[in-house]
């Protein structure tokens, strides 16, 4: 399940190696970042100053709005986080440029984050619960199938990141009965294809958010639903969580990186610290393997 490429053997692997090891829901993991990380003055601004200053999981900058929404503190705080995040979105987006050159077209490049607060015991309800696994569903709105990619950097200084994982989308979805009952949801079967309101709905929030671009993250599909169906089940569900059947544990020691389609691998974060965390909306039709992505996989069990 893990893909683990050092510097050397990153250098010397071509760019379809990593991107059909992602498709393949691998987490393609680096043991030093192949991205320049932020200066260690930054580093050590973001780790002491965000946690006093935010309680929530992220700190985002946003780039449809240029801008770090629902963050409270002095306007020098708000701008250098925005140009350390901005600065470090554009890093990651010209990695993928090199490595993944077939993914570019048409994809979002959207936000960067730092994840300020220990994941390990926070008082959340389930389904906002980063430390019970589950499968990623929705990113700017309405994904419509494509893929949701995310690289991460663990920058805290000494301490490992955990993940847990109890295996790929395709895996749980051929062997838990109860995920295609999810995806079936009240109309009693998979629906992919949108309806007139489906349409109308997202025209309208296109239009809008050429005015307000953050108004976007509220279209849908009835991809997307079914999809948050499957990731409300896993986080609800009490006999799901308790289950280990495949379950392991993957740690992420400081400053190592890891790069992984979240929608395709079911996921923790068991605890961990201080991660730098950029999402990149990659059209379905870019797929080498388009038969491992979970709308294929939901389109051929509908």
């Known amino acids: 399940m893990v893909d683990r490429y050092t510097l050397r053997r990153f250098d010397d692997a071509p760019p379809e190696a990593i991107q059909e090891a992602l498709e393949r829901s691998e987490v393609v993991y680096f043991?030093?970042?192949?991205?320049?990380?932020?200066?260690?003055?930054?580093?050590?601004?973001?780790?002491?100053?965000?946690?006093?200053?935010?309680?929530?999981?992220?700190?985002?900058?946003?780039?449809?709005s240029d801008s770090i929404p629902r963050f409270e503190a002095s306007t020098e705080i708000q701008e250098r986080t925005k140009q350390i995040l901005k600065s470090h979105r554009a890093e990651v987006e010209a990695f993928f440029r090199r490595n993944a050159p077939a993914?570019?077209?048409?994809?979002?490049?959207?936000?960067?984050?730092?994840?300020?607060?220990?994941?390990?015991?926070?008082?959340?309800?389930?389904?906002?619960?980063?430390?019970?696994?589950?499968?990623?569903?929705?990113?700017?709105?309405?994904t419509?199938?494509?893929?949701?990619?995310?690289?991460?950097?663990?920058?805290?200084?000494?301490?490992?990141?955990?993940?847990?994982?109890?295996?790929?989308?395709?895996?749980?979805?051929?062997?838990?009965?109860?995920?295609?009952?999810?995806a079936r949801g009240k109309h009693g079967r998979i629906r992919l294809e949108k309806s007139v309101g489906d349409r109308l709905f997202s025209g309208v929030v296109r239009g809008l958010s050429k005015v307000y671009p953050l108004l976007r993250v509220i279209d849908s599909s009835p991809y997307d639903r079914a999809m948050r169906r499957i990731h409300n089940y896993m986080k609800d569900t009490e006999s799901f969580r308790n289950d280990t059947t495949g379950y392991k544990e993957i740690r992420f020691p400081p400053f190592s990186a890891w790069s992984v389609f979240t929608d395709g691998i079911s996921h923790s974060a068991v605890s961990g610290q201080f991660a730098l965390i950029t999402t990149i909306?990659?059209?379905?039709?870019?797929?080498?393997?388009?038969?491992?992505?979970?709308?294929?996989?939901?389109?051929?069990?509908?």
Request: glycine share 6%; charged share 25%.
């Open 103 to 142: 993914w570019t077209p048409g994809w979002t490049v959207g936000t960067s984050s730092f994840r300020a607060v220990e994941e390990k015991g926070r008082d959340l309800k389930p389904r906002s619960n980063n430390e019970i696994v589950h499968i990623d569903a929705g990113a700017y709105g309405a």
């Open 281 to 302: 909306l990659v059209p379905l039709e870019n797929m080498v393997q388009p038969e491992l992505a979970p709308y294929n996989i939901l389109a051929a069990a509908s």
């Open 144 to 182: 419509n199938g494509n893929r949701i990619l995310r690289f991460f950097i663990n920058v805290n200084p000494s301490v490992d990141r955990v993940w847990g994982t109890k295996g790929s989308f395709a895996e749980l979805f051929a062997s838990q009965g109860a995920f295609v009952e999810a």
């Open 31 to 64: 043991e030093q970042s192949p991205v320049p990380l932020p200066s260690e003055e930054d580093l050590d601004f973001l780790r002491e100053e965000l946690p006093r200053q935010h309680k929530v999981k992220n700190v985002s900058y946003h780039p449809e």
